[in-house]
């Protein structure tokens, strides 16, 4: 009877366990942070905040970025003979956010997935220098300080890959950029902050949900 005893409870003990890890196995993550290693090699922190919503397979994503960088910059100009080497550092700073809506082929969670992610964004450049700015045929632009308001919307698809609670995004797509200038120049450059047109773009995110 002891010994039948002791079985039964160890069997009991032994669902109890597998119960618990199911359910841990089962618990669904709802929030997601990621940041782009990428970004850093352009001066810019990318943080991205993720809220998933199961009962819709659709998530919503909130990106802040900041841009922060001087570099320096040059021009010659001269009279005659002479000519003469006019040295000036250039700081650009750029806050921007982001907003986008996902939509995942698959039902979540899982360890791949697919996914369509329409996006708008809004850009505040500044950028102070002392060299003026000249368009591409010669004339006068600004004198180095400028502030430019750039929105932009698109449309990007996406590939998610998940380990356990730690996940990553590839992502790769494009859409319409919109500078609202002090100037009417508008660059035919597409890295110009002045760029007006359809612009490509990717990314690699990092993260955890939690």
Not at 17 to 45: D, G
Not at 102 to 116: A, D, H, M, S, V
Not at 186 to 210: A, E, H, K, Q
């Amino acid at each position: 009877m002891k010994k039948n005893s002791a079985i039964f409870t160890l069997l009991i003990f032994l669902c109890a366990i597998n119960a618990h890890a199911q359910s841990s196995e089962s618990k669904t993550y709802n929030n997601l942070f990621q940041f782009s290693p990428f970004h850093f090699f352009a001066s810019t922190f990318y943080l991205s905040y993720e809220r998933a919503f199961p009962e819709l397979n659709s998530a919503l994503r909130i990106s802040p970025f900041i841009t922060v960088k001087q570099k320096s910059s040059g021009y010659y100009y001269g009279y005659g003979e002479t000519f003469y080497y006019d040295y000036s550092p250039v700081r650009k700073e750029v806050y921007a956010l982001e907003v986008a809506y996902k939509w995942f082929t698959f039902e979540n969670p899982r360890k791949f997935n697919i996914f369509l992610s329409p996006y708008a964004q809004y850009k505040y450049i500044s950028r102070q220098g002392n060299a003026d700015i000249y368009n591409e045929i010669g004339e006068f632009v600004s004198d180095g300080n400028t502030i430019n308001n750039v929105i932009g919307f698109g449309i990007d698809s996406g590939l998610r890959f998940a380990f356990g609670r730690f996940v990553m995004d590839f992502t790769l797509g494009g859409g319409m950029r919109l500078p609202l200038n002090e100037t009417d120049y508008i660059s035919s450059d597409m890295f110009s902050d002045t760029y007006r047109g359809v612009v490509p773009r990717g990314n690699f995110l990092l993260g955890m949900t939690f």
